[in-house]
């Protein structure tokens, strides 16, 4: 079983690739030799946003991409724009991982962050069928409620705008059966993420961004006269470098790749749901992720596909495995759906890089080179807000201490790595039978 993500340009199966609106530009292969004061690898939301954002600032950047812009994880999410950290975590627990300061910092950027993210795609036009429909966490179980509601309780005494529903609420916002409460929160919504990423690049391209695809870096050298990125037999010299590679760093940096756990995902997308349906199903266009260790979330596209998805588990047949689950979990939550209407056209697979914290971090690789990975199921939010605030960073308008994530200035491997990964593969059928037995 490799242990590395492959990248896979083609987004074989994306939904989004398929309705795509914006257009995809080709950009060129990295050869000779360029001058930048910044150079960024990978070109997810994470890179994209440091790039434009250093660009913006005044810096010559160059971005270098192994595939083509968005193939990581950026082009293939579930396009849920979620204004809160993963699942259950909450504002003072960030405070204890992170600190105070960098804690009360990173909960104000996370708060903000979904309508930020709304707001660029408004500032480049980034045609990405972006709804600001709002988002909810409901609970599934006497277990999650009793962590849905402190969650609740930490947003509303820091002022936020969310609002406590009882089941009955939940039903007749989500249409679903079987929530026992939640809360809401009305800056989140979602988008086709895949042209958010093309967006995303024309927009950095517009702001003097120059990106290479194609051109997997293979080497990044410091000496007294700065920074040399090498992609084959390509090579930037810079001033600094940012590596923003996420869950598809390669062997070249093991100390970033060891840094996360790369988690397998898969998602499907029913095809667009009879009328009678959408008039029941989401019918405002919310979307929701509840606490289910094996994945309860849901969204329809703007053709009203319902999109859902879970854990891959990696052996045998991935695909039938997906669908079966796909197929089991939409039906609990929405009994109205008959077997004709989750005939499922597309089907796909990516990673997300998970931290042991579930918050992201920058890891200093030299003095002028640092990554920033481990966006865990947050990355439409927090990777691009996140990269915005390190692009400021790289221009040298922030400190390393006014970026709100913890700063770790010696490798630090998670313990047991591949143990963890492989396991990370294989979990699944525990995680159902958690959620089954209302454990979680
Ligand atoms: C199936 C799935 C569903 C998800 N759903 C959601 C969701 O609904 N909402 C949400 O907020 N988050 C979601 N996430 C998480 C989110 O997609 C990620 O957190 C986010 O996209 C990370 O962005 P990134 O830029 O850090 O990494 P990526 O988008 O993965 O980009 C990293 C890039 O680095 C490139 N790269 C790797 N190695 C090299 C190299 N050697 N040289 C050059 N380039 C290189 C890769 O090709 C890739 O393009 C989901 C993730 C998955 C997999």
Same mark, same amino acid.
């Given at each position: 079983?490799?242990?590395?993500?492959?990248?896979?340009?083609?987004?074989?199966?994306?939904?989004?690739?398929?309705?795509?609106?914006?257009?995809?530009?080709?950009?060129?292969?990295?050869?000779?030799?360029?001058i930048?004061?910044?150079?960024?690898?990978?070109a997810?939301y994470?890179?994209?946003?440091?790039a434009?954002h250093?660009?913006?600032? !005044?810096?010559?950047?160059?971005l270098?991409?192994?595939?083509?812009?968005?193939?990581g994880a950026?082009?293939?999410?579930?396009?849920?724009?979620?204004?809160?950290?993963?699942g259950?975590?909450?504002?003072?627990?960030?405070?204890?991982?992170?600190?105070?300061?960098k804690?009360?910092?990173?909960?104000?950027?996370?708060?903000?962050?979904a309508?930020?993210?709304?707001?660029?795609?408004?500032?480049?036009?980034?045609?990405?069928?972006?709804?600001?429909?709002g988002?909810?966490q409901?609970?599934?179980?006497d277990?999650?409620?009793?962590?849905?509601?402190?969650?609740?309780?930490?947003? =509303?005494?820091?002022?936020?705008?969310?609002?406590w529903?009882?089941?009955?609420?939940?039903? !007749?916002?989500l249409?679903?059966?079987?929530?026992?409460a939640?809360?809401?929160?009305?800056?989140?919504?979602?988008?086709?993420?895949?042209? &958010?990423s093309?967006?995303?690049g024309?927009?950095?391209?517009?702001?003097?961004?120059?990106?290479?695809?194609?051109?997997?870096?293979d080497?990044i050298?410091?000496?007294?006269?700065?920074?040399?990125?090498?992609?084959?037999?390509?090579r930037v010299?810079?001033?600094?470098?940012?590596?923003?590679?996420?869950?598809?760093?390669?062997?070249?940096?093991?100390?970033?790749?060891?840094?996360?756990?790369?988690?397998?995902?898969?998602?499907a997308?029913?095809?667009?749901?009879?009328?009678?349906?959408?008039a029941?199903i989401?019918?405002?266009?919310?979307?929701?992720?509840? &606490?289910? =260790?094996?994945?309860?979330?849901?969204r329809?596209?703007?053709?009203?596909?319902?999109i859902?998805?879970?854990?891959?588990?990696?052996?045998?047949?991935?695909?039938?495995y997906g669908?079966?689950?796909?197929?089991?979990r939409?039906?609990?939550?929405?009994?109205?759906?008959?077997?004709?209407?989750?005939?499922?056209?597309d089907?796909?697979? !990516?990673?997300?890089?998970?931290?042991?914290?579930?918050?992201?971090?920058?890891?200093?690789?030299?003095?002028?080179?640092?990554?920033?990975v481990?966006?865990?199921?947050?990355?439409?939010?927090?990777?691009?807000?996140?990269?915005?605030?390190?692009g400021?960073?790289?221009?040298?308008?922030?400190?390393?201490?006014?970026?709100?994530?913890?700063v770790?200035?010696?490798r630090?491997?998670?313990?047991?790595w591949?143990? =963890?990964?492989?396991?990370?593969?294989?979990?699944?059928?525990?995680?159902q039978?958690k959620?089954?037995?209302?454990?979680?």
């Amino acid at each position: 079983m490799a242990l590395t993500a492959p990248i896979d340009s083609t987004l074989e199966g994306v939904v989004w690739k398929r309705t795509l609106k914006e257009t995809a530009v080709a950009y060129p292969p990295l050869a000779g030799e360029e001058i930048a004061d910044l150079v960024v690898v990978g070109a997810g939301y994470c890179g994209l946003n440091v790039a434009l954002h250093a660009a913006k600032a !005044g810096q010559k950047v160059v971005l270098i991409e192994a595939g083509i812009v968005g193939n990581g994880a950026s082009g293939r999410n579930g396009g849920y724009n979620v204004p809160h950290f993963p699942g259950p975590v909450t504002p003072s627990a960030v405070e204890g991982a992170i600190g105070k300061k960098k804690g009360r910092e990173l909960s104000e950027l996370v708060l903000g962050g979904a309508d930020a993210v709304f707001r660029q795609i408004d500032a480049y036009q980034i045609s990405c069928s972006a709804q600001q429909s709002g988002w909810i966490q409901p609970a599934h179980s006497d277990t999650s409620l009793a962590k849905v509601r402190k969650v609740f309780d930490e947003w =509303k005494a820091w002022g936020a705008d969310v609002t406590w529903l009882s089941a009955d609420e939940v039903a !007749g916002r989500l249409g679903a059966a079987g929530y026992i409460a939640g809360w809401s929160n009305p800056t989140g919504g979602t988008v086709n993420p895949y042209s &958010l990423s093309i967006g995303l690049g024309r927009a950095a391209t517009q702001e003097g961004v120059r990106i290479f695809e194609r051109s997997p870096v293979d080497g990044i050298e410091e000496g007294p006269g700065g920074v040399t990125v090498k992609a084959g037999a390509g090579r930037v010299r810079a001033r600094r470098a940012i590596v923003a590679t996420n869950a598809y760093t390669g062997d070249f940096l093991p100390q970033v790749q060891r840094s996360v756990v790369p988690v397998y995902l898969y998602h499907a997308a029913t095809r667009p749901l009879r009328p009678e349906l959408r008039a029941s199903i989401l019918p405002t266009g919310l979307c929701f992720t509840d &606490l289910r =260790k094996s994945g309860g979330f849901g969204r329809l596209d703007e053709a009203g596909r319902l999109i859902s998805g879970g854990a891959v588990f990696a052996l045998g047949d991935k695909q039938a495995y997906g669908f079966a689950h796909a197929r089991a979990r939409m039906k609990l939550l929405f009994p109205q759906l008959t077997d004709a209407d989750m005939q499922f056209d597309d089907y796909w697979e !990516g990673y997300c890089a998970v931290t042991e914290s579930y918050l992201p971090h920058v890891q200093r690789l030299g003095k002028e080179v640092f990554s920033v990975v481990g966006f865990s199921t947050r990355g439409v939010n927090l990777a691009q807000n996140l990269g915005r605030v390190v692009g400021e960073f790289a221009a040298g308008n922030r400190t390393l201490d006014e970026v709100p994530v913890a700063v770790i200035e010696q490798r630090r491997d998670i313990a047991n790595w591949s143990l =963890k990964v492989r396991a990370a593969r294989l979990v699944f059928p525990l995680y159902q039978a958690k959620d089954r037995l209302g454990l979680s």
